[in-house]
């Protein structure tokens, strides 16, 4: 049955915009703690974005157990002590100064996984592509860090990580395909410009060099 939906007026899609240009992969986090429901609130949200053959292949991994927060973490300092070692000189010497994790401060901490061989969706869209359960994933992501942005709330994508590490130290199925590691809290500042740029290690393009016509 279909109803007539929402109408989104020109206030509305500006806000919509603002609400886009103003998220940002936050690090640094207030310790105000995020209230609870929340991150079912999110979650639930998310579970309303888009998945190859509707197959909602996303797994949400909450991480309170500070044994486990604490593995995690040190995965990171591993494996971020070996990619700046990777960097060369002149980059390097940015690269030391870059915050890419808020696990201190965090309250709220997450994984994402795809369950490639879930059952749901009776592997429609998957026979050619089977990443398109991923990317289904990210779908779910993004939608998370939209609707965490619009209560005010910051989230951090981690992926300086070795997958398998972290499977075993979330005691998760070894066939789910890790897919980041989230942080979640209130963020110590707003920006509408990201954190790598304002560190000047990269720099958005504007969007007509990501089109082409064919
Ligand atoms: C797939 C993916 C993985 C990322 N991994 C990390 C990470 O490990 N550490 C980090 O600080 N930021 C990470 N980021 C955040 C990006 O650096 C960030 O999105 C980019 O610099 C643009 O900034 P903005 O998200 O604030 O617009 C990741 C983002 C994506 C989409």
Request: glycine share 6%; with cysteine.
């Amino acid at each position: 049955m279909t109803t007539d939906g929402p109408i989104f007026d020109d206030s509305f899609r500006a806000r919509l915009a603002d609400l886009i240009a103003w998220r940002r992969d936050v690090r640094a986090f207030r310790d105000t703690p995020v209230p609870a429901g929340t991150f079912e609130r999110l979650v639930s949200l998310a579970c309303l974005a888009p998945s190859v053959g509707l197959s909602q292949p996303w797994r949400f991994v909450r991480v309170a157990d500070p044994a486990r927060r604490a593995a995690v973490r040190a995965n990171f300092e591993r494996c971020n002590a070996a990619a700046l070692a990777a960097q060369a000189d002149e980059r390097a010497r940015i690269y030391a100064t870059l915050k890419l994790a808020g696990f201190d401060q965090a309250p709220e901490q997450f994984a994402v996984f795809t369950d490639r061989s879930t059952e749901q969706g009776h592997g429609l869209g998957r026979h050619t592509m089977p990443e398109m359960a991923d990317y289904s994933t990210v779908a779910a992501v993004f939608t998370v860090w939209l609707a965490a942005r619009a209560e005010g709330l910051g989230l951090g994508w981690v992926s300086i990580l070795d997958p398998a590490e972290v499977t075993a130290a979330l005691d998760v199925p070894a066939d789910w395909r890790f897919v980041g590691y989230f942080c979640l809290g209130y963020p110590e500042h707003e920006d509408d410009v990201p954190a790598l740029e304002r560190a000047a290690w990269e720099r958005r393009r504007e969007f007509q060099r990501f089109i082409f016509d064919r």
